[in-house]
């Protein structure tokens, strides 16, 4: 095993570890996250090669590492460094959206209870699109079986014995058989298959996106492929890009927390949510990570 990268990041103030920890703490069974205390062990994909990212929280602070197994796919300090800021939404314009919202005769209240609120965001934005298609109209339950066993059957595993998410070349290995046998309908075993052929292929560059995300192109290459709609991609720049403009709308769990924030007696349908939402860009999905959270839910 190479060196690994280290680097110590400052929090702001009110920064909530508690989120953050929560987002990977969804797969009781630990096969790729692990959490401990105020511990996050993850494994990843680095440069092609098994790793594990930790991240451990003290008061104001929190220490990251990455140990990549053998030397090619060693990390430097500084590319740790961006991994963990975009991970914690360390970017995000928490401070912008609060002072200009924390009067508002609705979210005022959200934001009190959660004042400080950000978006955990995956390691990677293939992590979250693929993610994102896992969970296309099932349960999160459901969803977190899947992933698991897509992490389990793609192979990846680190030196520490953490299983690592895989990457877009381990993910378009996979047959059909083997992705129906993880749980994905037909019709996501396509879609799957077709997002890592083309991030291999570059005509899906997210990679490329991370340092300047060009959301008009993003959206129209992702809406292009079948099987992606407006929910994924909003999904996936949420939680691959840490975009917090998308309409997430169509969300269910953000219509029900609209519901109850409203107090309105029927269900809001998406046409409605979408209204309410477009008041508060570019801070749209912010505001659906504050009815998600509102519903105590870490992910939807």
């Known amino acids: 095993m190479s060196r690994p990268s280290r680097c110590a990041i400052p929090l702001p103030r009110r920064f909530r570890p508690d989120d953050i920890l929560a987002f990977h703490r969804r797969d009781p069974q630990e096969v790729a996250e692990r959490v401990a205390g105020d511990r996050l062990d993850k494994g990843i994909v680095w440069n092609g090669v098994p790793a594990r990212l930790t991240?451990?929280?003290?008061?104001?602070?929190v220490e990251a590492e990455l140990a990549v197994d053998g030397g090619p796919g060693a990390a430097d300090d500084a590319a740790l460094e961006r991994l963990a800021r975009r991970m914690l939404g360390l970017d995000q314009d928490?401070?912008?959206f609060e002072r200009k919202f924390s009067r508002h005769p609705q979210l005022a209240v959200l934001?009190?209870?959660?004042?400080?609120l950000r978006v955990p965001v995956?390691?990677?934005?293939?992590?979250?699109?693929?993610?994102?298609?896992?969970?296309?109209?099932?349960?999160?339950?459901?969803?977190?079986?899947?992933?698991?066993k897509l992490v389990a059957a793609a192979g990846?595993?680190?030196?520490?014995?953490?299983?690592?998410?895989?990457?877009a070349g381990?993910?378009?290995?996979?047959?059909?058989?083997?992705l129906r046998l993880a749980g994905y309908s037909s019709a996501k075993v396509a879609t799957l298959r077709a997002v890592a052929r083309q991030v291999m292929d570059r005509s899906l560059p997210l990679d490329d996106w991370l340092d300047d995300l060009p959301a008009g192109l993003a959206r129209e290459r992702l809406l292009a492929v079948r099987g992606i709609g407006p929910w994924t991609v909003d999904y996936t720049l949420l939680r691959g890009f840490g975009w917090l403009d998308g309409s997430l709308h169509g969300d269910v769990a953000v219509r029900r927390g609209l519901q109850s924030l409203l107090a309105?007696?029927?269900?809001?349908?998406?046409a409605q949510a979408r209204d309410w939402l477009s008041a508060f860009s570019p801070w749209r999905a912010l505001v659906a990570a504050h009815l998600w959270a509102s519903q105590g839910s870490a992910d939807a």
């Not at 934001?111 to 400080?116: A, D, P, V, Y």
């Not at 995956?122 to 899947?146: D, I």
Request: proline residues 6%; charged residues 25%; positive net charge.
């Open 94 to 96: 928490i401070e912008g």
């Open 156 to 167: 990846a595993r680190h030196s520490s014995g953490l299983c690592c998410y895989p990457d």
């Open 111 to 116: 934001i009190e209870r959660k004042r400080g």
């Open 170 to 178: 381990r993910v378009a290995a996979l047959d059909e058989a083997t």
């Open 264 to 270: 309105a007696p029927d269900k809001v349908g998406e």
């Open 55 to 61: 991240l451990r929280f003290q008061p104001r602070i």
């Open 122 to 148: 995956a390691a990677t934005p293939f992590e979250a699109l693929t993610w994102a298609v896992t969970g296309q109209q099932v349960s999160v339950k459901a969803a977190v079986a899947a992933r698991r």
